[in-house]
């Protein structure tokens, strides 16, 4: 096939198709900001104007990226996404489609001449000539609607997501008669997910992309006879990475947990399974106890790799890189004989993430956290790894989308300056920057300076903490400071960018942004990330504490906030009934008020059995009944973190909760909370204003009903951006 190129691809770039898909009472078309700013201050306004780039796709022949980028309208309260297509190089850029509706899971067909993608919960394909799509065909017909989809290498067959009815039953399903009543029925745990009820579960679906429009009838579910049982992809963020097609398109690996309930509520043993299309049976790959994910196979498809961690019931434990043979098997065995299994990164103490294969397959690429920042590594079927990222480059990479002839791979971006574009990374460490969505804003901005600190901790370690300092700084001037405290509570702050968060707006309203990476954090081995887990009320608090220190040591610093979400609001709270007169105002939002009463709320038991302590002295074997007496086995499920525990570390824990130390809290505290928040309820938030007010501390309370654990509703970031700032103004530059 012939591309148009140069001058005339940029010609084409006007060109944009408007069928894209079915355009009924479709909304406005939202395109990029022309944001004017005033004297360089980034502001909340600024922030949400910015372009969100994702998803790149190179070309079957590796001359063109094929990626979307969103686009907000703070006015119409929602944002909207649109494909975009620009040269390997970085140049040409062109708009592909101009629709008011949100188009993704752009995917190039395989002889590059369509271009698949999502609009409106349907799959449709364009032919792709000369720069621009052309009339749009609807591929699919679901009436559930579709959430995303993958194609077959020969574009033969395809998967896609969609849902059938969960375990949470409604009046309806008892009597029909009563279709106007509302409620929610269970009589088993996990009813409901970070955000929403157990009423639909989603579902993989196998379809041949030869027999006209794709409808329900026409499609495998991939789970056979487990289909409405499990969830597949994986809640409450899984998507098709967590399935990979053979190159041959005869197999498909997918990662499940094939559990449900209670089992499911207190387990992360994740598997992967392998279908083998010809024969309709599936294979399991024997794997970890924990999280086994993101299989992808080798460009032979004699080899599949995929991402491991070994303990059940630990989100955080390492993520491992493993690989193992896949061959036919022999007479009356399963179709596939999976053999030599191991632990390829084994000499790496980082957690792997989005491995992808060379062409050759002689090495897997894939990226890291190390040492506070996320760079590209290489890793040889021997388990030699390579840094491909120089050490000292200040940016966290994306893993590779497309590796060219010549070495040079293709990666995303970002740091606390910029958010996510496009890169290529040659093969001797250096890069350059492909795409450049936001430069008409960024470029308007007055830039401000980060320095990286090593602060010494009570035990004697160094502590990595990033400073970022407010625009124009002047030394001899006193500033007010903001010290994050971070979520998770495995995590790391290294140089990502937030839409949340977001460091750099912090600093252009005038504060020091200080960054403390303690104890529990991800990018500095597996040992100074575990050491949280059971004492969340210990050494951590005190990395806190030092970091506020040496900021306060500091000349040119007045007041100082502490700042967090989630089990950094978790620390907010603790904090605020320990910290003396260390900080002069606390803003925690989605934290944990009262760590018992939260063992019986929140959704996924896993979490808070493993946090609180009972990890080390036992762990979760589905239906398996402890020893009679030992104060932790209840309905045969490993309750070694509950309240009623008999284990040292979970009632320290329990008895160190930040509920404990309210007598104590006399700082100004502003509590923000989702009501769609089922990880940590907003009760939670209210628990924590209500005693602040009964305390006589000055308080504020703010709950967005529509929304989760985050703050996604542009109007509702807006509200939230200007009362932070509003409440660390009123406290800490008065």
């Known amino acids: 096939m012939k591309y148009l190129t ?11 198709l408007m069928s894209c898909c079915d355009k009924t009472s479709e909304p406005a078309y939202i395109g990029p900001s022309d ?15 910015l372009g969100r780039l994702g998803d790149p796709q190179l070309s079957p022949d590796g001359q063109f990226i094929l990626y979307g980028v969103s686009y907000t309208s703070i006015a119409d309260n929602r944002s909207c996404r649109n494909l975009f297509l620009c040269k390997a190089d970085g140049s040409d850029k062109v708009q592909l489609t101009r629709s008011g509706k ?25 032919p792709f000539k000369a720069g621009k799509l052309g009339k749009a065909v609807k591929i699919t017909d679901v009436p559930s609607g579709i959430g995303e989809f993958s194609l077959s290498p020969d574009n033969a067959q395809m998967l896609y997501v969609s849902t059938v009815p969960g375990p949470v039953k409604h009046p309806s399903d008892f009597d029909p008669a009563l279709d106007k009543a509302k409620a929610y029925v269970t009589e088993d745990l996990m009813y409901r997910h970070w955000d929403h009820w157990m009423e ?8 041949s992309t030869a027999n006209g429009t794709i409808t329900p009838d026409k499609s495998l579910n991939l789970l056979g006879e487990d289909a409405g049982k499990f969830e597949l992809p994986m809640e409450p963020f899984g998507g098709l990475e967590q399935t990979s097609w053979s190159p041959d398109g005869t197999r498909i690996a997918y990662s499940c947990k ?16 392998i279908y083998d299309i010809p024969s309709g049976q599936t294979c399991r790959v024997p794997g970890g106890a924990g999280y086994d994910t993101n299989p992808v196979w080798s460009p032979d498809g004699s080899k599949l790799a995929w991402l491991s961690m070994a303990r059940n019931g630990y989100e955080a434990d390492q993520m491992r890189l493993m690989v193992a043979s896949v061959s ?19 000499q790496l103490d980082a957690n792997v993430e989005d491995p992808v294969w060379d062409a050759d397959g002689r090495r897997i690429w894939f990226s890291a956290l190390v040492d506070g920042l996320k760079g590209v590594f290489s890793i040889t079927p021997e388990g030699v790894v390579t840094r491909l990222t120089p050490e000292d480059a200040w940016f966290d990479f994306g893993s590779p989308f497309g590796i060219q002839e010549d070495g040079t791979v293709l990666s995303s971006y970002c740091s606390m300056e910029f958010p996510t574009e496009l890169v290529a990374i040659r093969p001797n460490g250096t890069f350059s920057q492909l795409t450049h969505e936001n430069e008409h804003i960024l470029s308007q901005l007055t830039p401000y300076k980060t320095e990286k600190r090593y602060v010494n901790t009570v035990d004697g370690k160094d502590m990595l903490t990033w400073v970022l300092f407010p625009p124009e700084f002047d030394p001899s001037v006193q500033y007010p400071a903001i010290e994050i405290l971070l979520g998770g509570p495995q995590g790391a702050l290294s140089q990502g960018w937030s839409y ?5 707006l912090m600093a252009a309203q005038g504060y020091v942004v200080v960054l403390p990476n303690r104890r529990g954090t991800t990018a500095f081995g597996q040992e100074w990330c575990e050491q949280i887990s059971g004492d969340y009320p210990g050494l951590n608090m005190q990395d806190y504490l030092s970091a506020a220190q040496m900021i306060k040591a500091e000349p040119y610093i007045g007041k100082l906030a502490a700042c967090g979400a989630s089990y950094g609001g978790y620390s907010v709270y603790y904090l605020a009934g320990v910290h003396g007169d260390t900080f002069d105002c606390f803003v925690a939002h989605a934290g944990i008020f009262d760590e018992k009463y939260l063992y019986y709320e929140t959704e996924e038991m896993w979490f808070p059995n493993w946090d609180n302590g009972g990890l080390q002295e036992y762990a979760f074997t589905p239906g398996q009944m402890g020893p009679a007496g030992d104060g932790i086995t209840f309905g045969g499920m490993k309750q070694a973190g509950s309240p009623w525990s008999n284990l040292p570390k979970p009632q320290r824990h329990y008895a160190n909760s930040p509920a404990a130390n309210v007598t104590a809290w006399h700082t100004p505290i502003l509590c923000i909370h989702g009501m769609m928040d089922f990880r940590i309820p907003y009760d939670q938030g209210m628990a924590a204003f209500n005693t602040a007010q009964m305390m006589g501390v000055p308080s504020k309370l703010v709950v967005f009903p529509e929304e989760n654990h985050w703050i996604l509703k542009p109007q509702n970031a807006l509200f939230w951006h200007r009362t932070y700032f509003d409440w660390l103004d009123k406290w800490c530059k008065s």
């Open 102 to 126: 949100s188009i993704s899971n752009g995917r190039w067909s395989a002889d590059g001449k369509a271009i698949w993608y999502l609009c409106g919960g349907q799959v449709y394909k364009a």
């Open 258 to 273: 094939k559990l449900a309930g209670k089992e499911y509520a207190f387990s992360t043993d994740t598997d992967i399974f």
């Open 35 to 49: 944001i004017r700013i005033e004297n360089g201050k980034m502001t909340p306004e600024v922030l949400l104007s």
């Open 200 to 207: 639909e579960l989603p579902q993989t679906y196998l379809a």
């Open 500 to 504: 949340r968060w977001n460091y750099r």
């Open 6 to 16: 140069g001058a005339a691809v940029l010609a084409a770039s006007t060109l944009l």
């Open 328 to 346: 036919p098997a022999t007479e009356n065995q399963a179709p596939l004989s999976i053999t030599d299994i191991r632990h390829l990164s084994a």
